[in-house]
């Protein structure tokens, strides 16, 4: 149908490969089974002041399936906690946060599912490692 040149065109170049794309494209048929919902990641609720601490999270949990959300304050923390407790997995605590305790209690309330992480007062970035890693 295409020749030679033609098919080989269109096996080696961009342009070929978008255009064999759209002819698969245009001969599946017109109607497809509704595709099922991809379940969200997990949620690591941090909630600290400390700038790194969210990073080294980020590290330990994200090839793990798990996505880092950051609550500098208890009020934020209560407010994602109310919106998504469903999908948080574990929940790590700076107990220099004002009001620590407070969300502490409210996880264990709204997200009873997931694990409670305390971070000890001036913490290092070992400590999230490793409190991190053995929840996981």
């Known amino acids: 149908m295409l020749g030679l040149m033609g098919a080989f065109t269109l096996a080696i170049t961009p342009t070929g490969h978008q255009l064999t794309d759209e002819i698969i494209e245009l001969t599946k048929p017109a109607y497809r089974p509704v595709a099922t919902a991809i379940p969200q990641r997990p949620q690591v609720l941090v909630v600290t002041g400390n700038r790194d601490d969210p990073y080294t999270a980020a590290v ?14 208890a009020e934020a923390a209560q407010g994602i906690l109310q919106a998504d407790a469903d999908r948080i997995g574990v929940v790590l605590v700076d107990k220099q946060v004002a009001q620590a305790d407070r969300v ?9 599912s997931a694990k409670l992480i305390q971070l000890p007062r001036n913490h290092q970035g070992t400590d999230v490692c490793a409190l991190l890693r053995d929840a996981i």
Do not use: D, I, Q, S
């Open 104 to 112: 502490l209690g409210l996880a264990r309330t709204l997200a009873p």
């Open 60 to 73: 330990v949990v994200n090839p793990h399936g798990y996505r880092v959300v950051v609550a500098e304050t």
